[in-house]
């Protein structure tokens, strides 16, 4: 009777190691399937940079004028330019746009100073932060809105007719619209409009004449290129 007993003990205790045992297995395959879909879930997070390199026109607008001398105007010559843009995406939603790019400016007299012609050239180096709210309800196309502010630095400033110009850098206000069409995941191309109010003050010497006045510059930047977002 006591042998019977211990038999059935033993085989009791048998049968609890294999229970155990399988669970324990079943526990390290579970955790061993969770372990990729867990990495898979971190490599499908989508970075928040992106980059845009876009040809740019830069069209300003012809106003301004010359302190103490009437009905003098200025005119500036219109170029096209490469440019560089950075992004960073704080929601699907929210993001900060840095533009980047350099371009210059013929400043001709009009009015009363046109017999001057051509008064000197700038070179401007631009920077122009925004905050864009980016629409995302339309598939691949991907519109956007923002406004901002820029900074633009004058630099490498040139004397045409004048014996002297000096342009000093300047704050301005930025508005902006555009739009990404995303052909995959990462590649896209994009259309961009911003608008600058950039009025700069000036300081010319002609003819021994030491002057001050505004250069109403105002360009629009009308932009297209390629987005690549990482």
Not at 123 to 143: I, K
Not at 153 to 161: C, K, N
């Amino acid at each position: 009777m006591a042998r019977a007993r211990i038999g059935v003990a033993r085989a009791m205790t048998a049968a609890v190691v294999l229970i155990v045992a399988g669970q324990a297995g079943a526990a390290d395959v579970g955790q061993a399937a969770s372990v990729p879909q867990a990495e898979a879930c971190v490599a499908e997070a989508p970075s928040p940079w992106q980059i845009r390199l876009r040809a740019l026109g830069v069209i300003t607008e012809d106003s301004g004028y010359v302190n103490a001398v009437p009905g003098s105007g200025l005119s500036y010559s219109n170029t096209v330019t490469p440019e560089l843009d950075i992004s960073y995406f704080f929601t699907d939603n929210i993001a900060a746009e840095l533009i980047l790019g350099t371009t210059y400016a013929n400043i001709d007299g009009q009015g009363a100073i046109g017999g001057l012609g051509k008064v000197g050239k700038v070179w401007l180096l631009p920077p122009t932060l925004t905050l864009q709210y980016h629409f995302t309800d339309f598939g691949a196309f991907e519109p956007y809105i923002g406004a901002g502010v820029n900074y633009t630095i004058f630099y490498h400033q040139q004397a045409g007719s004048a014996d002297d110009l000096k342009v000093k850098n300047t704050f301005g206000a930025a508005l902006q619209v555009g739009f990404d069409y995303m052909v995959d995941e990462h590649w896209g191309v994009n259309f961009d409009v911003k608008k600058l109010f950039l009025k700069p003050d000036f300081d010319v010497t002609v003819a021994g004449a030491k002057l001050t006045g505004k250069a109403k510059l105002d360009p629009w930047l009308i932009g297209a290129g390629l987005t690549y977002r990482f």
